[in-house]
């Protein structure tokens, strides 16, 4: 649907509109009977309904609703303001915390005790909360101190959590480094010495599809089936290179591991680990992702996402339509990658000015 210059305020009733003819990508679906309507109006012409372009809950009989209270960006999506702030864990050697103290972490986190464990034992920076102002930050700082617990607070607004990541379906190695083949742009060439940190993890999805039959106001279920994908993924971090590139297991060709190749992409992917760990020596592998995600849940908690699916008349006046709710952690990992590099680059700079300095 294509709203043009009006998406924020709507149609008004009876505005002095002339025919005008539509293409189907620009008709509205009514919710109500799923019929098609042209842009300009508010109401279903069949039903009656209130359009969802107006931005108001449909209902039956509505025909002259008010405009909006809150403007409506129709297609177009506004980034909202980032200002909170991350409790992380401070990056440290594993330690043994005692049994009170442990309790005492779990309940300022808000987890359970055996999850606080695995996420203080990780020895990785870890984001154990977030909070919306710094004095919230201070005060769960300051409860975790005590207890053996050093953390840093970060601004949320800082840490890049959005760039995006290359997505990469090769890879080739040379005696100096390795070059990446991306899905689409020029080829990206890593030194063995810059790359500094890979992310691994799983991209779980769920799915659940929902089908019903529609007739009027009425709805009668007919069926319901639930679908699921768990593929690995790693990012690859180089100190000359903001960006990484990204590998998805079940999408790359792993022909670059040569006689270590395997039948399987989980075996081949596990293998491409290895091998990047042998040879970049200065490589920080990160693979606690799975370990910690009921910590980050709290940090990052899974949206769901709820679309209509395809649609067909099944007789007169009736018409079956799926409903796709999916769940999957994709921003998650990629915020917990991105809040890796960001301290592993820092990290480096400090010790980098440390030795100019010494």
């Known amino acids: 649907m294509s709203d043009g210059d009006n998406g924020s305020s709507g149609f008004q009733t009876g505005s002095d509109i002339g025919p005008h003819s539509f293409a189907p990508a620009e008709m509205i679906t009514c919710d109500e009977c799923l019929r098609a309507n042209p842009p300009t109006r508010t109401n279903c012409l069949y039903c009656g309904a209130v359009l969802p372009a107006t931005g108001l809950p449909a209902s039956k009989g509505a025909t002259n609703p008010q405009p909006p209270t809150q403007p409506v960006a129709g297609n177009v999506q506004t980034a909202s303001v980032k200002s909170g702030f991350y409790v992380v864990l401070a990056p440290v050697e594993s330690q043994v915390l005692c049994e009170s103290s442990l309790t005492e972490a779990a309940t300022v986190l808000d987890l359970k005790t055996a999850e606080a464990q695995i996420a203080l034992n990780s020895g990785r920076p870890v984001p154990l909360a977030r909070a919306e102002t710094i004095e919230q930050a201070t005060t769960i700082a300051d409860r975790l101190l005590p207890q053996g617990i050093g953390v840093e607070i970060f601004r949320e607004d800082t840490l890049n959590l959005d ?74 971090y180089a100190s000359s290179n903001d960006l990484g590139v990204r590998v998805y297991a079940n999408s790359f060709d792993f022909s670059c591991l040569g006689t270590e190749k395997s039948i399987t ?94």
């Open 265 to 358: 992409a989980a075996e081949n992917f596990t293998n491409l680990l290895n091998l990047l760990g042998r040879r970049a020596l200065k490589v920080e592998v990160d693979n606690t992702y799975r370990g910690v995600q009921a910590v980050l849940g709290t940090v990052w908690p899974l949206e769901p996402q709820t679309n209509k699916g395809a649609w067909r008349r099944s007789g007169v006046g009736k018409v079956d339509v799926s409903t796709v709710t999916t769940l999957d952690n994709e921003r998650q990992f990629n915020s917990y990658s991105r809040l890796r590099q960001y301290v592993k680059l820092r990290d480096l700079e400090t010790t980098d000015e440390e030795k100019a300095a010494g």
């Open 163 to 236: 760039l995006p990541v290359t997505r990469i379906r090769a890879l080739e190695f040379t005696d100096e480094g390795l070059v990446a083949t991306p899905l689409r742009g020029e080829r990206i060439s890593i030194k063995w010495d810059d790359l500094i940190l890979i992310v691994s993890g799983r991209w779980l999805v769920k799915r659940v599809v929902v089908e019903e039959r529609r007739r009027r106001s009425s709805a009668k279920p007919l069926d319901s089936r639930e679908l699921f994908s768990d593929e690995p993924l790693m990012d690859l």
